[in-house]
Structure formats: C-alpha cells, structure tokens
C-alpha cells in the first residue's frame, strides 16, 4: 500500500517533532519511531482501523497524542 501525506500533516508532523525536541532530549525521535510503527502497521492491514466517515479511518499514534487519518478504497 502506498502511503501519501496530506501536505497540511507534514506541517504538523514537523512543527510536533521540533516541540519535542524541545520539551526533551530524543523525544522526537521518540515521536518519529511511534509515528513510523502506526505508518507500518497502517501499511500492513488498513482496513482493521476504524472507521470515521465512509472511506475515513484513524490510527491512533502510541504515547503521542496524534492520530493518522487514512482514507481506504
């Protein structure tokens, strides 16, 4: 499956990795592992997340509060 980002959650996703790099040292490598794991996980079986809104479904990223919003055919 591939996995595409919508460019407003690349935003995101980089301004939440540097205010963990800031709060603590490695906590945004610590993001950054959870959010590649949940993109894995996605990737392996994106019909088990649940469903939001018709093809919509969210992935919850562990320890982060961040979820993946995914869009299924």
Do not use: N
Not at 4 to 16: C, G, H, K, T, V
Not at 32 to 37: I, N, S
Not at 47 to 73: E, G, M, N
């Amino acid at each position: 499956m591939q996995l595409r980002f919508q460019p407003e959650a690349e935003i995101e996703l980089a301004e939440a990795r540097l205010w963990y790099s800031l709060q603590s040292e490695g906590l945004d490598a610590a993001l950054m592992e959870r959010v590649d794991q949940t993109l894995s996980a996605i990737a392996a079986a994106p019909h088990s997340y649940p469903i939001l809104y018709r093809s919509l479904r969210r992935a919850v990223v562990r320890q982060f509060p961040f979820c993946d919003l995914l869009r299924t055919k």
